[in-house]
């Protein structure tokens, strides 16, 4: 059964590959634009995923880690005129550094006291960018001079390969052995100790590992968006926005929330006609969604023709 | 291949939860080869002293050898790879993962750059899946197997590592007899392949026919250590089991001329395709205590969630008159019929008093304090934690806090279901002295479901024997020995 299922997401991801690379011959710059973002939200959403489906740990601040990586990468571009891949790299590295930060708590708090910190985080985070204006461009946002390609379709496809890369390499940590440990510990940690496994080690990669792709597809975001601001990065509705499209693709799968990601994404969008009602037609739909198929769109992809 | 030398020798062990002494000075030695039964009742301190060798808490005081090695406070990854296993009495396993993936996570390196498994250790694996007996199933996901076989798979994880020490909580809970007989000839071969092996469970019955010696233990200290039949000869530990004798107190006959207080007439319960019970009919009146008396998955507690509204059924219940069926679990626990079901459901966080006070709400504040002093009355020790969470009491006050919350509430029936789950004989005593003060000094009508004989049997003017969904015996408690009694006592 589990080789089926395997075949079948082979399958799945195969087709969707080859229409995402098709898709510029036949699209528009508007629907390349919108997927472009979605592209990385589904890199904040797979990276989520990696810990809160495996490693058991409720993150409320990816945002956080975007921030850091966003703001690292915008800051050294506008203010010292740092080359774009350094940029990157810093901002990267100090996503990672913000993930280590978010796991020294984690290895002491359990469920919701962890949750709450990382919200914390996230707050803080407002607040600092808020406050020191005069670098980060508080609330109006930050201008970053630097692109890395005008044209969309370029956008578009350096997005879409650094998603097929960070999710290749998410997907493939989530099915190694180190990915078992994880789930174990994710699962019952004091079992999974008793079983040899050091938790606090494997807990701590991955929030590095989380962290990094994170931090590395916000950067990219800021670029190409010309821009890092509160509002897109940073808030915590933004937040909930890739927690809900990690879920809604399909929980402890990496991939699904690929899926989740871009029908958050595309769905907001959609529903701009309806203003501030669109905010809650998405949700709604998130919720129905995971009632009816707790497993999100994967798991009702996957398994919908074994269930009859 | 066996040995003889110290395997694990712990010396002096001590540990303390606040004032509380949890383990105190405890020493004892388990050889290559040897099965050890560390036995106590409840609180007694042998699951700490287990959890104190694993490392999952650490010791105040003392030292466990392994080896020759002092492993005393390491972390539980670093005592697991010196050589110790252990197998959980509570586990829950990853549903996506078959059984065979499960047996290789325990073979796996404690490496974060293990990005493949590789071919010797898949054959490992599938080695220890033919040696515990569950080749058969080694592809298949936990969730389709058998509760015996789910041990079997714990087993398997633990020694994946061919550990020196073996330790196992409770290994025959939840098991049939033929399970028992099974798993216990896997734990031979266990002690054959020359591991010192350490069994934790709650009394020597259990264990007797497999350990070689026997650990007594009884709140945080040693009380006996030899062989099984030495220990259950021990002057301590027959009163620390038996305490009292339990006496049966007979009351007069009740006059029986009134009508059924609850009618229950062809139930029928069905879980998907399992059926839990099958045309049973019972019929209790006011003022009668009746034990419901059936072993584990007879059908006991489906019987009372029915009673109670809880889940969907056929046939007809009757309390007081009216018909249940259309009548919601709240209406009918309103109208005076209350479960306290076997898994107690406290508020754990919630003080003592706070849980009485929850259940009293109902009653004006001088009724309610007329039922407290009651109930502190039945139960003297629920006063004296009056202000500590629920959940940091031990197992017999909580039971005793899950049935005065019942009380509170002025039941007209009480349901009663498996108060005597898990707890010592000692505890036993105290419930059951308290359950005849029921039935001696109030009006209370009690169903008292349970699968220890020996308990139910002195409380009731009737019983009811439960199998596999069926009523089987229906008569007084005298002359259930005699005519039902074989497969109980």
């Known amino acids: 059964m589990t080789s089926l299922v395997q075949k079948r997401l082979f399958w799945f991801t195969a087709i969707f590959l080859i229409a995402a690379f098709f898709l510029p011959v036949y699209s528009r710059a508007y629907v390349l634009g919108l997927l472009t973002v979605g592209f990385y939200f589904a890199i904040f959403s797979m990276s989520w995923d990696l810990l809160f489906g495996y490693a058991g740990e409720v993150n409320f601040g990816p945002t956080f880690l975007i921030g850091l990586g966003a703001y690292t990468a915008g800051i050294l571009n506008s203010r010292y005129g740092l080359a774009i891949p350094w940029c990157i790299a810093a901002g990267s590295l100090a996503a990672v550094v913000g993930g280590v930060i978010l796991a020294l708590p984690a290895l002491r708090l359990k469920g919701p006291y962890f949750g709450l910190i990382t919200l914390v985080a996230v707050l803080l985070m407002l607040n600092v960018v808020v406050v020191g204006a005069s670098v980060t461009g508080g609330e109006i946002g930050l201008t970053i001079p630097d692109v890395i390609a005008i044209d969309p379709v370029a956008n578009y496809y350096i997005a879409l390969a650094l998603m097929v890369v960070s999710g290749g390499v998410l997907f493939f940590i989530s099915r190694s052995p180190v990915g078992l440990i994880l789930q174990a510990i994710g699962q019952n940690s004091v079992e999974a100790a008793a079983l040899g496994f050091n938790v606090a080690k494997h807990k701590l990669a991955a929030f590095v590992v989380s962290a990094f792709f994170t931090g590395m597809a916000g950067a990219f975001l800021a670029f190409y968006l010309g821009t890092a601001s509160v509002g897109t990065m940073i808030d915590v509705s933004v937040g909930v926005q890739i927690i809900i499209g990690a879920v809604l693709g399909g929980r402890r799968t990496i991939v699904g929330a690929v899926l989740g990601a871009i029908f958050m994404i595309a769905a907001g969008e959609a529903l701009r006609p309806f203003g501030t009602l669109s905010t809650f037609i998405v949700s709604l739909i998130a919720l129905i969604v995971i009632m009816v198929a707790p497993g999100g769109f994967l798991g009702l992809m996957l398994h919908r023709k074994e269930r009859n | ?489």
């Open chain 2, 1 to 489: 291949m066996r040995q003889t030398e110290a395997m694990l020798s712990v010396n002096g062990l001590t540990k303390r939860f606040g004032g509380l002494v949890a383990v105190n000075e405890i020493s004892f030695v388990v050889k290559g080869g040897e099965i050890l039964g560390l036995i106590g009742p409840n609180g007694s301190g042998k699951s700490t002293v287990m959890k104190l060798i694993m490392g999952v808490t650490k010791p105040d005081a003392g030292s466990i050898m392994l080896k020759g090695q002092n492993i005393a406070g390491w972390p539980s990854n670093r005592v697991a790879r010196a050589g110790i296993g252990i197998v959980f009495q509570h586990s829950r396993p990853l549903h996506r993962q078959t059984v065979l993936e499960h047996i290789k996570l325990g073979l796996l390196p404690d490496k974060l750059t293990t990005f493949f498994m590789s071919r010797a250790l898949d054959q490992r694996a599938r080695d220890i899946a033919h040696l515990v007996g569950l080749g058969s199933v080694m592809d298949r996901l936990p969730g389709t197997l058998a509760f015996a076989d789910l041990r079997r798979m714990e087993v398997a994880k633990a020694i994946a590592r061919n550990p020196d020490v073996v330790l196992i909580d409770e290994p025959f809970a939840g098991l049939t007899a033929g399970e028992v007989e099974d798993f216990s000839k896997l734990i031979r071969t266990l002690r054959d392949e020359g591991r010192a092996v350490l069994l934790v469970d709650h009394n020597v019955k259990s264990v007797a026919a497999l350990v070689d010696r026997v650990f007594a233990m009884y709140l945080g200290n040693k009380i006996a250590e030899g062989t099984a039949e030495t220990v259950i000869q021990d002057e301590t530990v027959r009163r620390v089991y038996l305490g009292g004798a339990l006496e049966v107190a007979q009351r007069p006959a009740l006059e029986l001329s009134g009508e059924s207080m609850l009618s229950v007439s062809n139930l029928s319960v069905n879980y998907g395709k399992a059926v839990a019970l099958q045309n049973v009919s019972l019929h209790i009146r006011e003022r009668e205590f009746v034990s419901v008396v059936g072993l584990n998955g007879a059908g006991k507690t489906t019987l009372f969630n029915a009673i109670s509204g809880m889940i969907p059924y056929q046939g007809e219940i009757k309390f007081l008159g009216a018909n249940q069926q259309t009548s919601s679990a709240a209406e009918i626990a309103q109208s005076g019929l209350i479960q306290c079901p076997e898994t107690r459901e406290l508020f754990g966080q919630l003080s003592v008093g706070e849980n009485l006070e929850i259940a009293g709400l109902r009653l004006n504040t001088q009724d309610r304090q007329k039922q407290l002093d009651w109930l502190f009355d039945l139960f003297p020790i629920l006063k004296s934690r009056i202000d500590q969470a629920a959940a940091t009491l031990s197992g017999g006050e909580q039971q005793m806090l899950a049935i005065g919350r019942c009380l509170m509430a002025k039941p007209k029936l009480l349901l009663l279901d498996e108060p005597t789950l898990g707890l010592a004989p000692v505890i036993l005593e105290q419930l059951s002295k308290a359950l005849e003060r029921l039935r001696q000094t109030t009006d209370l009508t009690v169903i008292l479901s349970e699968q220890n004989v020996t308990f139910a049997l002195p409380h009731a003017d009737r019983v009811y024997v439960v199998e596999h969904g069926q009523i089987v015996w229906v008569g007084p408690p005298e002359r259930f020995a005699q005519e039902a009694g074989k497969d109980y006592l």
